[in-house]
């Protein structure tokens, strides 16, 4: 349930609401608005009764909100959200752009992308340094030693890095480095990280299972906000369909209907959802085209020799034209 209070509740009222929840047993989140302070009531099993609150001074109605997710939805949160990282607002009216490689693989490889990421004005990089591979034979990421070059790489070129947290065991040394704590695919739905990313004080970014629906999306991303950390972005990377053409199926329809159902902000990845560097341009301009609030793309000084997704890595020269076609 959503108790909504009058524009103009003192903070008083506020707190008696509060107090109300709790001693109902149940855990009240405040959710702060432009107009006025809603609070959200967590942890009740059945439906609560809203007429003791709505007895209350300073209360205006009292919202049942019957999702399985609150505290992402509009209905908690009408105004869009807006994350803010290095500059770079997330979810504003500009297209958000993350850019590197898929992996941090080497001193050199991770300078080069910085000083031509710099050089074009992008101010987000992505690399990983604990790589979520789906064949334990494959490249692993360097580990420490790669968070270690993204910290040298973000203070020297003044760049905010996004990298991938696997286990909540490793958060702890990826949250130090990172601007943004990255969660993949595959963790979309391992809880202990989520809640682990729920006491992080960096914002997470949160990509869409291999075969997530969008409202498992927004459960996933509950789980973070319930745990204190509201600033969470979302990102569509394509999901398993029997079409084999791409490594999976871009789902630009979720990018409308995440926004309706949510204010928290959603980036598309057309790297992974296309798998080849040839299809990037066409499925970011469609991303631009639907309302995407960014894109975070994979780029290599030499791809053809990357040790991770290098097929689906663009060319230094091929981003700059991806960003001339962006609006
Ligand atoms: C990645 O960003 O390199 C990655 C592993 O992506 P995903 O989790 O979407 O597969
Ligand atoms: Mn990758």
Redesign the pocket.
Known sequence: MLIVMRHDATDEEVREVMDLVRGQGYDPKPVPGAERTAVCVLGNKNPVDPSPYESLSGVLECIRVTKAYKLVSRDTHSENSVIEVNGVRIGGDRMAIIAGP?SVESRDQLFKTAEFLASKGVKLMRG?AF??RTSPYEFQGLGEEGLSLLGEVRSQFGLGVVT?AIDHINFDVVEEVADIV?I???NMQNFSLLRRAGKSHKPILL?RGISATVEELLMAAEYILTGGNANVVLCE?GVRTFSAHTRNTLDLSAIPVVKKLSHLPIIV?PS?AAGNREFVIPLALGAAGVGADGLIVEIHPDPEHALC?GQQSLHFETFSRLLDQLP
């Open positions: 898929c990983g790589k979520p991938e990255q993949g695919a595959r990509k990377r990845d992974h997704d």
